[in-house]
Nanobody, 120 residues
């Protein structure tokens, strides 16, 4: 069973920084790795994602403040979040596209979510 273990969330003041990590295991041929978030009372939205070829894209709301990166040797994706704003408050979810034994490749692998709260 695929496991995605997230860490790094927490409470921070506006203008501060946090770094999220997501380590994937029991999955191979990983293609896209990304981060989504779900603010209170809103739908889940894409924050950033990066391909196996290191091509990344970002939501307009985080461009210039957040940086996504990945360590393929560790099957880990990171999200460096700087200049955080109260509107960044959300549960952040890691998402991975890859294959697992006996199943077709899928992008339906999600972490458990980590809370990020930015106080004003």
């Amino acid at each position: 069973q695929v496991q995605l273990v997230e860490s790094g969330g927490g409470l921070v003041q506006a203008g501060g920084s946090l770094r999220l990590s997501c380590a994937a295991s029991r999955i191979f041929s990983i293609n896209v790795m990304g981060w989504y978030r779900q603010p209170p009372g809103k739908q889940r939205e894409l924050v950033a994602r990066v391909t196996s070829g290191d091509i990344s894209n970002y939501a307009d709301s985080v461009k210039g403040r957040f940086t996504i990166s990945r360590d393929n040797a560790k099957n880990t994706v990171y999200l460096q979040m700087n200049s955080l704003k109260p509107e960044d408050t959300a549960v952040y979810y890691c998402n991975v596209c890859g294959a697992t034994r006996g199943k077709l490749p899928s992008c339906d692998y999600w972490g458990q979510g980590t809370q990020v709260t930015v106080s004003s």
